[in-house]
């Protein structure tokens, strides 16, 4: 699966040391420049601009190519990435900002952020969910607590699931 990545899922996965889920979740991940300059910026987190100075192999970096006026209301990060997204027919955006997100889904892509990855990654048996969302949390990342728990029951869910088909 092509997948092309906003920088905010990619700064937490690395901050919560999740971004290893990403190369056996999906077969490439690509983003653009301008969220290969976000990574970078001085006020990132010293981990993720660490981790974008020596990108993993998996990683592959491309430039938009293009403008789109109509997205201008966003930062150019999620602009670069609707537009590769679009250009690379990939099938799926990660992305957690809002306006971003409704952006994309309103030109008919699929989309899902940090959390989406994370749960993911645990149906998948790659990682412990809440483990993975204790680390977030301790971040400064946002999530509604009624979203938190309902990943956290969907995860009791299928583990209790599994349990009973052994």
């Given at each position: ?62 430039d938009a190519g293009r403008t789109d006026a109509t997205l201008a209301h966003l930062d ?44 993911r990654a645990a149906v998948r048996g790659l990682a412990d969910l809440p483990t993975l969302l204790t680390r977030l949390q301790a971040t400064n990342f946002y999530a509604p607590a ?21």
């Amino acid at each position: 699966m092509l997948v092309v990545a906003d920088a905010s899922p990619l700064h937490y996965l690395v901050l919560i040391e999740a971004d290893g889920t990403l190369p056996a979740l999906f077969d490439r991940l690509v983003i653009p420049q301008a969220v290969a300059g976000e990574l970078q910026h001085p006020r990132t987190p010293p981990a993720v601009r660490a981790w974008m100075a020596a990108p993993p192999v998996w990683l592959d970096i491309r430039d938009a190519g293009r403008t789109d006026a109509t997205l201008a209301h966003l930062d150019l990060g999620e602009q670069e990435a609707i537009l590769l997204m679009l250009d690379l027919h990939a099938e799926l955006l990660l992305m957690d900002e809002w306006e971003g997100r409704r952006e994309a889904v309103r030109r008919g892509l699929t989309v899902t952020g940090t959390l989406g990855v994370l749960e993911r990654a645990a149906v998948r048996g790659l990682a412990d969910l809440p483990t993975l969302l204790t680390r977030l949390q301790a971040t400064n990342f946002y999530a509604p607590a009624g979203l938190i728990r309902d990943l956290l029951a969907r995860d009791a869910a299928r583990k209790r699931q599994g349990e009973g088909s052994r």
